[in-house]
């Protein structure tokens, strides 16, 4: 199947070489083949990480407790509320979720050929997220007489978790969806100007993959602490 595509992209040679003997057309059709497909990977790779979707998320942690007494007393566990009341505490994070392409996963080996149409499977989408902010004039909190005041500890902790939760949300945002449009609308002007037809370029995505599947980095706690 491959073939009958390359001998297309050989026939202006074969044309211009009439007087030549028979070993010279097929020489220079076999060089056409692999520099044509060097050059298509080539010009693709070049995209690098090429970041497709990006997606803005307002989220609101919320934390309450209540102080309680625990252990154990001839080997029976309890676990009593103290009655010295409850703190409660809202935090506001606005985070920027980036979806993106890595092409260095990007090979010859992803590009198919069949009767002049190319079919260009693309590396799977992934997702960072790149920036989280709380915004402190927004945080709001309750702590009851008796109790202590969260400490930074807490807090930082707390903000962690708001960030995991947000990743958890991904696979529910579309980003992968937007991220595949995205990276089709940029990629086909690229192959169109090595000599296809826009109508002959397919831009698809490997089967199996799903958002459940897409991988997910936080890239603002690359130690993941």
């Known amino acids: 199947m491959r073939k009958l595509y390359l ?7 074969l044309l211009s070489c009439s007087g030549k003997s028979d070993e010279t057309p097929q020489v220079e059709a076999i060089s056409t083949r692999a520099d044509t ?24 942690i919320t934390h309450a407790d209540q102080a309680s007494l625990k252990g154990s007393i001839l080997g029976q566990q309890f676990d009593i509320d103290l009655p010295v009341g409850e703190r409660k505490i809202a935090i506001p994070i606005d985070a920027t979720l980036k979806g993106f392409i890595d092409f ?4 010859a080996e992803d590009v198919f050929y069949d009767e002049g149409k190319i079919e260009i499977t693309l590396p799977d989408p992934e997702v960072e997220l790149t920036s989280s902010k709380v915004n402190h004039d927004e945080v709001s ?13 807490e807090l930082a902790r707390y903000e962690q978790q708001g960030r995991a939760s947000i990743l958890k949300s991904v696979p529910e945002l579309g980003i992968d969806e937007r991220t595949r449009q995205s990276a089709a609308r940029t990629l086909v ?8 037809d826009e109508q002959d370029i397919t831009i698809t995505f490997r089967k199996g993959f799903t ?8 890239e603002t706690n690359p130690s993941g602490k």
């Open 104 to 107: 260095s996963k990007f090979s």
């Open 7 to 13: 001998l297309i992209i050989a026939l202006p040679l």
């Open 37 to 60: 497909m060097k050059m298509l990977v080539a010009h693709i790779q070049k995209c690098n990480k090429l970041y497709a979707a990006d997606v803005k998320v307002h989220k609101i």
């Open 189 to 196: 002007p690229i192959i169109s100007q090595l000599g296809f």
């Open 211 to 218: 958002s459940k599947s897409m991988r997910v980095t936080d």
């Open 141 to 153: 909190s309750y702590v009851a007489l008796f109790r202590s005041n969260f400490t930074d500890a």
